[in-house]
T-cell receptor
């Protein structure tokens, strides 16, 4: 079945550092890929998405590129802020009829001033 | 206007009780979901309804019973609550059952069973 593997956290960075959170997936066909963010005490919010190979999703300074050859969708940001502290979830939606979104285990990011 | 709203936000109850969580979405989406998030933030899908029809029913104890009176509402009833049911329960919705535009989540219901 479909699966998503994320790097384990927590990831602790200083403000303005470069962020990479790794995500790889296993799926048949051509899934759609997502990053969600969960701030403390809140539900998940869609951060960005990519629906086909080589697509780049971007939002709020975050980017991720759908790499089919490496089955990866790594999240990057050039300069993190304290307000980016949250849990980040990589996810995929498979192909075919009724599909559930499969979430990774989440990576906690802590940005310190 | 909150897009996906869940009530209550917090629920503390004793073992053996029966409780319900309600969810409503005003986005006009066709598909709604219940997810359970444990203390390690792991998200597990429980149920999904598409236009009031149950389409995903994961391995969940039959003490959990979803009900969708219309496509804007999805409620979750839990019988004979157990300590292991303590978690945060999230409702979510999507445009359709493919979920390609992403999910919109509610803010969660933190259930504590004592």
């Amino acid at each position: 079945g479909d699966s998503v593997t994320q790097m384990e956290g927590p990831v602790t960075l200083s403000e303005e550092a470069f962020l990479t959170i790794n995500c790889t997936y296993t799926a048949t066909g051509y899934p759609s890929l997502f990053w969600y963010v969960q701030y403390p005490g809140e539900g998940l919010q869609l951060l960005l998405k990519a629906t086909k190979a080589d697509d780049k999703g971007s939002n709020k300074g975050f980017e991720a590129t759908y790499r089919k050859e490496t089955t990866s969708f790594h999240l990057e940001k050039g300069s993190v802020q304290v307000s980016d502290s949250a849990v980040y979830f990589c996810a995929l939606s498979g192909t075919g009829g009724y599909q559930k979104v499969t979430f990774g285990t989440g990576t906690k990011l802590q940005v310190i001033p | 206007d909150t897009a996906v709203s869940q009530t209550p936000k917090y629920l503390v109850t004793q073992m053996g009780n029966d409780k319900s969580i309600k969810c409503e979405q005003n986005l006009g989406h066709d598909t709604m979901y219940w997810y359970k998030q444990d203390s390690k933030k792991f998200l597990k899908i429980m149920f999904s309804y598409n236009n009031k029809e149950l389409i995903i029913n994961e391995t969940v104890p039959n003490r959990f019973s979803p009900k969708s009176p219309d496509k804007a509402h999805l409620n979750l009833h839990i019988n004979s609550l157990e300590l292991g049911d303590s978690a945060v329960y999230f409702c979510a919705s999507s445009q359709n059952s493919r979920g390609l535009d992403g999910y919109t989540f509610g803010s969660g219901t933190r259930l504590t069973v004592v």
